[in-house]
């Protein structure tokens, strides 16, 4: 069983910039299209943005374009978000996930693997 563990999370300010990172406990070999999702208090998990095995493809929510950037590393097992221009409603819960298919997910019921998640706050 893949473990995905999220990190980089913490507390920035308005405007400020976070780089998550999400690393497999193994070669993940078999996890193709990955994805990033949050949850804030009392709200839904939220897709934010997903990306293909080779990372040529791409999609983001429409509140997170042009200010998040979604990248991975495969053979560092690993996927990252920059964020920048944070706002204090991204203040949420941030996870990282995982699909055996290779069509961007943009739903958190078509993914197979979860991370922990990591808190990010934005607040001055």
């Known amino acids: 069983q893949v473990q995905l563990v999220e990190s980089g999370g913490g507390l920035v300010q308005p405007g400020g910039s976070l780089r998550l990172s999400c690393t497999a406990s193994?070669?993940?070999?078999?996890?193709?299209?990955m994805g990033w999702f949050r949850q804030a208090p009392g709200k839904e998990r939220e897709f934010v943005a997903a990306i293909s095995w080779s990372g040529r493809s791409t999609y983001y929510a429409d509140s997170m374009k042009g200010r998040f950037t979604i990248s991975r590393d495969n053979a560092k097992n690993t996927m990252y978000l920059q964020m920048n221009s944070l706002k204090a409603e991204d203040t949420a819960v941030y996870y990282c996930?995982?699909?055996?298919?290779?069509?961007?997910?943009?739903?958190?019921?078509?993914?197979?693997?979860w991370g922990q998640g990591t808190q990010v706050t934005v607040s001055s």
């Open positions: 996930a995982g699909r055996i298919s290779d069509v961007l997910g943009i739903t958190y019921n078509e993914y197979n693997y």
């Open positions: 193994r070669s993940i070999f078999g996890i193709n299209a």
